[in-house]
């Protein structure tokens, strides 16, 4: 707690405070609220063994939350919510380090809340609004001045290889108990290079790219039920609209937990697809190239694959990337994906009627 108020402290001075308070439920970082008598602020612990580059990251947010900022100004909406702020620290930067641990504040938007299982088609077609025009108001955004702050993110073709060293390493010796998920991995290695080729030889443009369209990366007004603002924004880098998109699908179009344990409750529901798939398609649309179009129906099959490469990679690495909260987490969460990515290619005929309706 001592090195929590000496962080707070950093930013915002002698002004009182109320003890931070645990909020929130990402994988990676920590969140705390803090309340002063006239402002509520997020304090968050950066995970600096996965964020590297602290300047890097910081400049990536602080140079598309402004950008987002102007658009929304402009569209006469609130600063303060339609976007994070960030507040500067006595060190003049928007983090600090204390005892080897990075720390950074923003301002808390209140009055929304997040949606982490899906029930109402009609929040999800919102969702895709909010992301689609997240990817409209970066789209005269310059990604080269983006530091690609994780390497290699959503590389599939790399993830698969990172997936095979686990499995030869072994370091948590349970690689024997999940023959049957491994088998599910390189039965498709050949599709994991489908978007990596494409993005070599040029063919698929590199975009601004949010990097984790998780449906709880979309703060709701509370009274209106609408977007307010598009959170999260850590992995924002180049990259392509398909990550976008099917990593909003995988997360999305289910009515299952990530980490459900009961398999016959992870569905893959066309409808909610669909919802997502319009409001997307309605903001950014008109922007997409024919390659992008093409590959679109792809998109949530590869993201839904990655996600669970990854938990699975991680499970046999002996969980030291995702934060876990019972035994094999990680198992779970790589088996939920599994069932979605078999449901998702059994309907990918669907998918593409459903993208060609909506074009
Ligand atoms: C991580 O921390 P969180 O929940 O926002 C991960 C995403 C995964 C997601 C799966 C930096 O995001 O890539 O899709 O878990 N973020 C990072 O739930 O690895
Ligand atoms: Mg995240």
């Keep these: 707690m001592e090195i929590l108020r000496k962080a707070i402290k950093a930013f915002i001075g002698d002004v009182d405070f109320?003890?931070?308070?645990?909020?929130?439920?990402?994988?990676?970082?920590?969140?705390?609220?803090?309340?002063?008598?006239?402002?509520?602020?997020?304090?968050?612990?950066?995970?600096?063994s996965i964020f590297r580059d602290l300047d890097g990251l910081m400049n990536n947010i602080e140079a598309v939350t402004e950008h987002i900022r102007e658009k929304s100004i402009a569209l006469g909406r609130n600063p303060y919510r339609s976007t994070l702020k960030f507040l500067t620290a006595n060190t003049g930067k928007s983090y600090v380090l204390i005892d080897g641990a990075a720390y950074r504040m923003y301002h808390y938007i209140d009055d929304v809340f997040t949606i982490e299982k899906m029930e109402k088609a009609e929040h999800f077609y919102l969702s895709g609004v909010a992301f689609g025009e997240f990817a409209r108001f970066l789209s005269d955004f310059d990604a080269s001045v983006l530091s690609e702050t994780i390497k290699n993110f959503h590389n599939t073709v790399s993830r698969y290889n990172d997936f095979e060293m686990a499995i030869e390493a072994n370091a948590s010796g349970r690689a024997d108990q999940v023959a049957d998920e491994i088998a599910f991995v390189r039965e498709r290695k050949a599709f994991t290079s489908m978007f990596v080729d494409r993005l070599n030889d040029g063919s698929l443009p590199l975009r601004v790219t949010h990097n984790d369209t998780k449906l709880n990366n979309v703060l709701f007004d509370n009274k209106t039920e609408t977007p307010v603002a598009v959170i999260d924004l850590d992995t924002v880098m180049p990259g392509s609209y398909l990550y976008d998109f099917g990593d909003a699908i995988r997360s999305g179009a289910t009515h299952a937990a990530e980490d459900e344990q009961n398999l016959d409750l992870v569905d893959f529901d066309l409808e909610l697809y669909k919802a997502f798939a319009k409001g997307y398609l309605e903001q950014c649309g008109k922007s997409l190239t024919e390659v992008e179009i093409e590959l679109l129906p792809y998109a949530s099959i590869m993201l839904t694959l990655e996600c669970g490469i990854r938990f699975l990679t991680d499970h046999i690495n002996g969980d030291t990337y995702f934060r876990i909260h019972r035994e094999n987490h990680n198992l779970d969460r790589c088996r939920t994906q599994f069932k979605l990515v078999a449901e998702m290619e059994k309907n990918l005929d669907k998918m593409k009627e459903i993208i060609n309706s909506l074009l």
Excluded: A, E, R
């Excluded at 645990?22 to 970082?29: A, C, F, R």
């Excluded at 969140?31 to 997020?42: A, G, P, Q, R």
């Design 18 to 48: 109320k003890d931070p308070v645990t909020v929130g439920n990402g994988h990676i970082n920590s969140t705390y609220l803090v309340k002063t008598n006239n402002n509520s602020y997020c304090l968050q612990k950066i995970n600096t």
